[in-house]
C-alpha cells in the first residue's frame, strides 16, 4: 500500500494559473502597446502621455512572470507524480522556464521605453519598445507552444484530461511555431493573442481537470 506522501500530487495548479491569467489580461487592458511597424511617433506619444499606465502594465507583465514560474514547476512534479517520467514533461519545464524569462524581460524592456519616452529619446524609446514586443510576443508564444506541446502530448498519450483538450494544447503549439514568423511576416502577428490568451484559457483548464494520483500507471515508459 502506497504511503499518503506517495499519492499526493504536489503543489495546487489551479491557483498560479488564475493569478496568471489574471495578471495578463490586466497588464494588456493597462496598456495594449504598439507593434514594431507602428508610426514611432505614434508609440512615442502613447509611452510619453500614458506614462503611469505603461509603467504599471510593465510591472504587472513582470509580476506574471511568478505565478507562471510556480505553474510550470507544479505541473512538472504532478506530471511525474502521474508516472510520467519521460521526455515530454522535462521539455515542457524547459518551455516554460523560458517563457517566464521572456514575460520578465518583456516587462523590463517595456519599463525601460517608458523611461526612454523623453525629447531626444525616440530612437531609444522604439527600439525598447520593439524588444518588449519580441520578447513578450513571438519569443513567449514560441517558449509557451513548448510548454503546452511538452505536456499536451504525454497527457494525450495517457489519457488523464478529455483528449479534445490535449489536442487543443498541440494546435496551440503549432499555432506558436507560425506565430514567430511574425517577426519577419508581419500579418501573423495576429496570431500571437490566440497563442496567449488561448493558452491561458488551456492552462486554467488543465489545472482544473487533471487529476492528482492515479492508482496505478500502465506502461509509463511507453508514453512519449
Request: charged content about 10%.
Amino acid at each position: 500500500m502506497s504511503s499518503p506522501h506517495a499519492r499526493r500530487g504536489g503543489p495546487p495548479l489551479l491557483a498560479p494559473a488564475l493569478v496568471w491569467a489574471v495578471l495578463t489580461v490586466l497588464a494588456a487592458v493597462l496598456h495594449p502597446g504598439t507593434r514594431p511597424g507602428a508610426d514611432p511617433t505614434m508609440t512615442l506619444a502613447l509611452l510619453h502621455d500614458h506614462p503611469v499606465r505603461a509603467q504599471l502594465s510593465a510591472l504587472v507583465l513582470l509580476a506574471s512572470a511568478a505565478p507562471l514560474a510556480v505553474w510550470v514547476g507544479a505541473v512538472h512534479h504532478r506530471l511525474h507524480r502521474l508516472g510520467l517520467r519521460v521526455a515530454g514533461p522535462t521539455l515542457g519545464l524547459s518551455g516554460g522556464l523560458l517563457a517566464v524569462a521572456m514575460l520578465a524581460l518583456s516587462g523590463t524592456a517595456q519599463w525601460a521605453a517608458v523611461a526612454a519616452a523623453v525629447p531626444g529619446g525616440e530612437a531609444a524609446a522604439t527600439g525598447l519598445n520593439a524588444l518588449s514586443f519580441a520578447l513578450g510576443g513571438p519569443a513567449f508564444a514560441l517558449m509557451a507552444g513548448l510548454l503546452l506541446a511538452g505536456c499536451s502530448v504525454p497527457l494525450l498519450l495517457a489519457g488523464l484530461v478529455p483528449r479534445g483538450l490535449a489536442w487543443a494544447g498541440l494546435v496551440l503549439a503549432a499555432v506558436a511555431v507560425v506565430a514567430l514568423v511574425g517577426l519577419v511576416v508581419p500579418p501573423l502577428q495576429y496570431l500571437l493573442p490566440v497563442v496567449r490568451f488561448g493558452g491561458l484559457i488551456w492552462l486554467v483548464w488543465v489545472s482544473a481537470v487533471l487529476p492528482v494520483s492515479r492508482r496505478r500507471v500502465a506502461e509509463p515508459e511507453a508514453v512519449a
